[in-house]
Every structure is written in C-alpha cells, then in structure tokens.
C-alpha cells in the first residue's frame, strides 16, 4: 500500500483567490493523479502528473486553471486558480500501490474546498 | 473510449443478508483491471477488490467477492453477511492496459445502506 498526506484537509476561500493542494506520497511513484469530487458525485480525473514532464490533463480541464507540479517522485502540488463556487469540491490525491497485483490507486483523505 | 456503468444509484440491506452491487463496463482493450472502492461519509476512498481481464477465477477478498462475467461485461461486487459499517458509498472502477501508467476511470456509485 502507499500512505499519501493531503493538506490542507478543508479550507474555505473567498471568489477570485488560488489555493494550492500538497500531496506527499511515502514511497516513489512514477504516476499520480488528481481527481476532484463535487458535492455527491462521483470522482473526475482532472489530470496525470509525471515526475519531469508537464501533466497531462483530460477533457474539460486546463493548465491555466489546474497547474500542477511534480518536482520529485514523491510529491505533488494541485493550484485551483481564480476560484469560483462551482469550484466547491474535495480534490483526492492518488498514486498506484505497488504490492497488490492489479496497481490499484490509493488515495490521500482529500482536500474539501469550499469557494464563496 | 473506456466507460462504467453503475446502474443502482442506492440499495438496501438488512444486517448479515448478502448484497450484490452491479457495475458494467465498456471496453476494446483486451488488458484491463477492474476494482471496487468503498467511500464511507468520513470521504476516505478505501479499496476492496480487484480483477484482471485475464484472470481465470473471481476474486475475493474476505466479505467481498466480485462476480466478473467478462462476455457480458460485468462486474458484479457482492457483499457477503452485511454489516452496519458496510453502510457508504461504493464505486466500481476501471483501468485499460497495464498497471502503472494508465489512469482509473470512476463510476457514477452506488449508496448502499445496511439496516439493522
């Protein structure tokens, strides 16, 4: 299994302002990925970091507004840029397990952000 | 394009009967996995199960078993003897091609309540 630390846990954020989301895994990982969850959704990858390459993003996200770093195997930083309400979610941090078979994911205690 | 299908948005269960959470799939890709992830209302993502397209026998994991029906694309999270604590949401999950660089694509959830 892979520990991952999420901070902060919850933040409250006024319209406009960024806010950037620490992950730090207890082990190297080659890939991590940052999903977010709206309030009683499901979870939506917002993009993959690799340590060394620029991330890559899926289909509705963009760098300007979700930049990532990844300066080493085993951290990473999301920045939510010019927040608005319908930016209110948790964003979970994830990096694959390396001892069970399949890779599955595991996840940080996620971020809970709450935009006014 | 890769998709998962969760069609039960909740269930219920009565204490120690057993529960059986559906969960189709869509894929071309002869190599993928597929894993079911608890998330109680603390927002932690726990994993429980997982299931390579190769192999030959349902996994199981102590209460929990998958019922994978690879020609109808399914697969199936049952629940043996229920709990009280087994009360959260469940999302089934899929990953195309090999462990370690392909990201997990989430379904919709299922709320299963145990009821005592």
């Known amino acids: 299994s892979a520990v991952i630390s999420q901070k902060p846990s919850r933040d409250i954020c006024q319209r406009g302002t960024s806010l950037t989301i620490q992950c730090q895994v207890d082990?190297?990982?080659?890939?991590m990925f940052w999903y977010r969850q709206q309030p009683g959704q499901s979870l939506t990858l917002i993009a993959t970091a690799n340590q060394g390459s620029e991330a890559t993003y899926e289909s509705g996200f963009v760098i300007d507004k979700f930049p990532i770093s990844r300066p080493n195997l085993t951290f990473s930083t999301l920045t939510v840029s010019n927040m608005s309400p319908e930016d209110s979610s948790i964003y979970l941090c994830?990096?694959?397990?390396?001892?069970?078979?399949?890779?599955?994911?595991?996840f940080g205690e996620g971020s809970r952000l709450t935009v006014l | 394009a890769q998709k998962i299908t969760q069609t039960q948005p909740g269930m219920f269960v009565q204490e120690k009967e057993a529960v059986t959470l559906d969960c189709t799939y869509d894929?071309?890709?002869?190599?993928?996995?597929l894993f079911w992830y608890k998330q109680p209302s603390s927002g932690e993502m726990i994993f429980l199960i997982y299931?390579?397209?190769?192999?030959?026998q349902n996994a199981t994991e102590g209460r929990y078993s998958l019922n994978f029906q690879k020609a109808r694309k399914s697969a199936n999270l049952v629940i043996s003897a229920s709990q009280l604590g087994d009360s959260a949401m469940y999302f089934c999950a899929m990953r195309e091609g090999q462990r370690g660089y392909n990201k997990l694509i989430f379904g919709a959830g299922t709320r299963l309540a145990v009821h005592p």
């Open positions: 894929t071309s890709d002869p190599s993928y996995g």
């Open positions: 082990s190297q990982v080659t890939m």
């Open positions: 994830s990096a694959e397990g390396t001892g069970g078979p399949g890779g599955e994911l595991f």
């Open positions: 299931q390579g397209s190769y192999d030959q």
